[in-house]
């Protein structure tokens, strides 16, 4: 039986980020719409007027023009995949959203739910390594997940359409300033929350000043507290981790030294083996006959 098409036109992925932190992370769809996969641990989603909980594994839809900010527990770092999408068009409801109501909600997709943790690990493949045809299929991958998400809206026990309750007080989410302060008062320091996020993302291509922007200081004084606590510069960590993590690849698989490269988070398979034989006075193809 024929049924008729739920999206009336080809969503786009204006842009995305994949973020680690325990600062609040802002959420500006500025004209487009928002999904946000919590993709480990906890958080409150705050705007002025409204306050959701999210847990690991739930998505929170935020419409377009909607401003809101992801707020982690103290002290506990969440890490939240944000896709911006456009051209996001379902049938009989107004442009950008996924439910009647212009208001952004939780959808809490079951974390044993393969299907959609399947499709952003593609969607999230295609994005980081651009290639021929990748927009043609992050954008196919896009109605995929938006269609799981409206089926899963459809089973809902209380769907964002219905009457919602009184109002939750909300108070202000705080500045990544006194967010900052707590955090060092929890025991964590820009130091460590530097080392945590390069060990999470050693495979994006990462600069000092990327790093410096995770934890809201100069690039000059997070190289000075990073080599003082962890004994190396921010960027030699990032090539550590990289190294450590290609040594495992070329242990425990059979991936050739090109993939194994592109996955630690270098495009250029020669430039990879140079810095592998600098690091471990091994070639890659001999360190894995040795080993």
């Known amino acids: 039986m024929n049924m008729p098409s739920v999206l009336l036109d080809i969503p786009q992925l204006a842009s995305w980020c994949d973020w680690t932190g325990i600062d609040p992370l802002p959420i500006s769809p500025v004209g487009r719409s928002c999904l946000v996969w919590l993709r480990s641990g906890s958080a409150e989603a705050r705007s002025a007027q409204h306050l959701l909980t999210l847990k690991e594994g739930m998505f929170l839809f935020v419409p377009p023009n909607a401003e809101m900010a992801l707020q982690p527990p103290p002290g506990l ?3 939240a995949i944000v896709f911006y999408v456009a051209n996001l068009r379902v049938q009989g409801l107004p442009p950008g959203l996924l439910t009647a109501r212009e208001l952004p909600f ?20 295609e994005a980081r390594t651009p290639q021929l045809g990748s927009q043609d299929i992050i954008s196919s991958l896009l109605r995929t997940l938006i269609i799981h998400c409206l089926r899963e809206l459809a089973t809902y026990e209380h769907p964002p359409d219905a009457p919602v309750p009184s109002a939750v007080p909300v108070q202000p989410a705080q500045s990544p300033e006194s967010s900052r302060a707590r955090n060092q008062e929890n025991g964590f320091s820009v130091a460590q929350n530097v ?5 999470q993302h050693y495979d994006l291509e990462l600069s000092l000043s990327d790093l410096a922007q995770q934890v809201f200081v100069s690039p000059y004084h997070l190289a000075h507290v990073f080599k003082e606590e962890v004994g190396m510069s921010p960027i030699q960590y990032l090539i550590k981790c990289r190294i450590d993590e290609a040594k495992r690849l070329l242990i425990e698989t059979e991936q050739s030294v090109r993939d194994i490269a592109l996955k630690v988070g270098y495009p ?5 083996n140079l810095l592998f034989s600098k690091m471990t006075g091994h070639s890659p193809g001999k360190y894995r006959k040795h080993k």
């Open 268 to 272: 250029n398979a020669n430039y990879f």
């Open 106 to 125: 939780v959808i809490p997709v079951k974390p044993d739910h393969m299907q959609f943790k399947r499709v952003l690990e593609d969607i999230l493949y």
């Open 77 to 79: 770092p969440l890490r």
């Open 195 to 199: 080392k945590v996020y390069i060990e």
